[in-house]
């Protein structure tokens, strides 16, 4: 019940849902002064959130600041942690284990066990489910599935299945790195998820080396973005289905790290 609690209640602090919040108490206080107020406010903080515009901007901040905490060159470690969150389960009609956007996560990770940056593979994901007779396995498994047949030895592999969220993988992950005695790790997860998932790792591994390795970027950067044209602005400014998904993305992890700083974790 706490974890599905978990999933809930955030919802009503993000866009979509904080959005349909005031559509709601719109509707209900409709007879009263402030009834279209709240439905207004609905109205334009999703167009708002739905826009590139303010999307770009939310992801940016996240981006750019994984970019400056990934190292140039990438040192070597101990293992390469992948966070898990980029695969889908081999079921029917699928023919095999696949990825979806985060999948660079492990692709990544991959190429950097081929590059000699560490000797072994850490890969995390537990099995989450809110159906009944779910066929599905953790992602951990998955993610072993798809290495090996990307040429990583099986016996170069070690999972981790006992997270749910990036608060329960920690402890899992913490306790595995010094059952072996390593004592670096270079982390590799999304750009927009490395800042919060690093402060947790940072925070609860202590005395072991963390080295970020950010992937699955969504923008370029903003140099590179290109120079802006009347049609390119009018776009940025019409909401879309896409945007709202980085917006929910980003805000995610803006409230993340709120919390964590509110805690004192950072």
Known sequence: MGFLLSKLLPLGLYPLGLALLLQIAGLVARQRRFGPALSGAGIALLWLAATPLVSRQLVWGLEERAARLT????????AVLV???GLRPALPPRQGVEVNEAGDRLLRAVALMRQGKAPWLLVTGGRVTFMANDPAVGEARLAKTLATSLGVPADRIVTSEEGRNT?????ALVRIVRQRGWS????VTSATHLPRSLATLRRAAGDIRILPVACDFQLPARDSFGTPTPAGILLSLLPSAE???LTNTA???YLGLLAYRLRGWL
């Open 83 to 85: 966070l898990g969150g």
């Open 251 to 253: 805000m995610r992890e």
């Open 243 to 245: 945007s709202l998904v």
């Open 167 to 171: 608060a329960e993988e920690t402890r």
């Open 71 to 78: 190292p140039t060159p990438i040192p070597r470690a101990d």
């Open 184 to 187: 670096s790790l270079l982390l």
